[in-house]
C-alpha cells in the first residue's frame, strides 16, 4: 500500500475493526428510499450498485425491484462481495461480483439503472469509469451519482484554516475529493445528458456522522495530521476526533459535554439526481 494509491487500497484492504464499522455505517435506513427516488426504480428494473460495499443498499433495491427485477452489487473489496454474496445466497434476484481495475464485470446493456454513492471521490480516472457506466447502462438508462465535496465542509470552532489543515493531511485518502462541484463537467464530458444537479447542505447535532469522522482520522499518517492542531489539541488521534465530536453533539443536545471547547463538524449535503449528483455527505 503507498501513498499514490492509497486512496483505493485502504477500500481494498479492509481490517475486521473498520469492517465492523462500516456495516454500521451503510446498514439500509429509511430515508434511503428517498434518497434513490431519482432512480426510479420500479418492479423490474435491472439496477447496478456501483461500489456496493456491504452491500445493504443493493439489498435494499433488490426488494424496490422485486422478483421481476434484478440487482448487481460490484466492489473491489473481496470481503464484502463474499458477506453480501453469502448472505442472499438464497435470493434469485440478487447477486454480487468482485471488479478489478476499471472494468465492470457486466454485459454491455445490462442495466437500465445504475447507483454510484460515495465511490468517484476514489476511481483512479473518473472519465474512464463514466465510460464503463455508459456501456453497462441501456440506452435512456438513467445513473444516480451521489458523492462528497470535502472543500465545502465547515468545523466550528476551528475555523476554515485549522479545517483545510486538517483535509490536507487526509488528502491520501481521496483521490478527488472535491468530486461534487465538477460531476457535471464530468457527465456532459461523459456524453450523458439531460443532467441535473442538487446541492443540499445540514448541520450536524447529533454526531451522526462519528465513524466517518474516525474513519478519516486513522487514514491521516501522524506526522501529517498533527499539523493542523495547535500543541494544545494534539496529538490527533481517534480517541481525541471522536471525544471531541461526541462532546459537541451533546452540548447541542442540552447533555453534559466532558472537556472544553472542541471541534464540532458541519458537513454539507451534496446531492445531485440521476445523471450527475454529488453525494448526500451526511448530514453531522
Known amino acids: 500500500m503507498t501513498e499514490n494509491t492509497f486512496y483505493t487500497d485502504h477500500w481494498r484492504q479492509i481490517d475486521d475493526e473498520r469492517v465492523g464499522r462500516y456495516e454500521r455505517m451503510f446498514v439500509w435506513r429509511e430515508g434511503h428510499a428517498a434518497l434513490l427516488a431519482p432512480l426510479e426504480?420500479?418492479?423490474g428494473s435491472r439496477v447496478l450498485d456501483y461500489g456496493c460495499g456491504p452491500g445493504f443498499m443493493?439489498?435494499?433495491m433488490a426488494r424496490i425491484v422485486g422478483p421481476a427485477g434484478r440487482a448487481y452489487g460490484v466492489d473491489l473489496n473481496a470481503g464484502f462481495v463474499a458477506n453480501a454474496s453469502h448472505r442472499n445466497s438464497e435470493s434469485d434476484n440478487i447477486s454480487f461480483h468482485l471488479v478489478d481495475g476499471d472494468c465492470i464485470p457486466l454485459d454491455d446493456t445490462t442495466v437500465d439503472r445504475l447507483l454510484c454513492?460515495?465511490?468517484?471521490?476514489?476511481?483512479?480516472?473518473?472519465?474512464t469509469t463514466l465510460a464503463e457506466f455508459r456501456r453497462v447502462l441501456?440506452?435512456?438508462?438513467?445513473?444516480l451519482l451521489i458523492d462528497s465535496d470535502w472543500g465545502f465542509v465547515a468545523v466550528e470552532p476551528w475555523g476554515m484554516e485549522r479545517t483545510k489543515r486538517f483535509f490536507d493531511a487526509a488528502a491520501p485518502a481521496f483521490k478527488e475529493p472535491e468530486i461534487g462541484r465538477k460531476l457535471r463537467s464530468h457527465l456532459l464530458d461523459a456524453g450523458f445528458d439531460h443532467v441535473d444537479v442538487r446541492v443540499q447542505a445540514g448541520v450536524d447535532i447529533?454526531?451522526?456522522s462519528l465513524l466517518v469522522l474516525r474513519n478519516m482520522a486513522n487514514r491521516c499518517p501522524p506526522p501529517r495530521s498533527t499539523r493542523c492542531l495547535t500543541k494544545r489539541q494534539r496529538p490527533l488521534t481517534t480517541t481525541a476526533i471522536c471525544s471531541a465530536y461526541r462532546n459537541s453533539w451533546r452540548r447541542a443536545s442540552g447533555l453534559r459535554a466532558d472537556v472544553g471547547d472542541?471541534?464540532?463538524p458541519?458537513?454539507?449535503r451534496?446531492?445531485?439526481p440521476w445523471q450527475d449528483r454529488p453525494r448526500v455527505i451526511q448530514s453531522l
Open 41 to 43: 426504480l420500479r418492479p
Open 58 to 60: 443493493t439489498e435494499g
Open 117 to 127: 454513492k460515495n465511490v468517484l471521490e476514489y476511481v483512479p480516472d473518473v472519465q
Open 138 to 143: 441501456e440506452p435512456g438508462g438513467r445513473l
Open 206 to 208: 447529533e454526531g451522526g
Open 262 to 264: 472542541e471541534p464540532r
Open 266 to 268: 458541519v458537513y454539507p
Open 270 to 272: 451534496l446531492r445531485v
